[in-house]
Nanobody
Framework: QVQLEESGGGSVQAGGSLRLSCSAS????????MRWYRQAPEKQRELVAT???????SYADSVRGRFTISRDNAKNTVFLQMNSMKTEDTAVYHC????????????WGQGTQVIVSS
C-alpha cells in the first residue's frame, strides 16, 4: 500500500517562496509518476505539475517559470518549489502517485494548505 504525506504548506506574502514536500511510504517509488494538484475554494481541482518516472516534467501555464517539481528517489520524496508566488496560488495542494501493480493505481495525500497574501 502506498501512502503519501505532504508538508511545507503555510502562509506567505505575494512574491515569496515555499517548498512543498511529499513523502511516500511503500516500495517502488522510482517507478511512480508523481503529480501536484491544487484546489482553491469554489474552484475545480487543477493539475499543477508532473514529474514522470523518467524525470520528465510538465507544468500548468499558470505556474510555468515560477514553480519547479523535482524528486529524490533515494528519499521517496517529491518536491514543489514555488517562487514569485501570487494570491491566486492560494489553495490546498495535494500530491498524487500514479503507478502499476498489475493494474493502474493512484494514491493521494491529505493535502497541505498554502495561503498567499497581498
Amino acid at each position: 500500500q502506498v501512502q503519501l504525506e505532504e508538508s511545507g504548506g503555510g502562509s506567505v506574502q505575494a512574491g515569496g517562496s515555499l517548498r512543498l514536500s511529499c513523502s511516500a511510504s511503500g516500495s517502488g517509488f522510482s517507478q511512480f509518476d508523481m503529480r501536484w494538484y491544487r484546489q482553491a475554494p469554489e474552484k475545480q481541482r487543477e493539475l499543477v505539475a508532473t514529474i514522470t518516472r523518467d524525470g520528465l516534467t510538465s507544468y500548468a501555464d499558470s505556474v510555468r517559470g515560477r514553480f519547479t517539481i523535482s524528486r529524490d528517489n533515494a528519499k521517496n520524496t517529491v518536491f514543489l518549489q514555488m517562487n514569485s508566488m501570487k494570491t491566486e496560488d492560494t489553495a490546498v495542494y495535494h500530491c498524487n502517485a500514479d503507478f502499476w501493480r498489475g493494474v493502474r493505481l493512484q494514491a493521494w495525500g491529505q493535502g497541505t494548505q498554502v495561503i498567499v497574501s497581498s
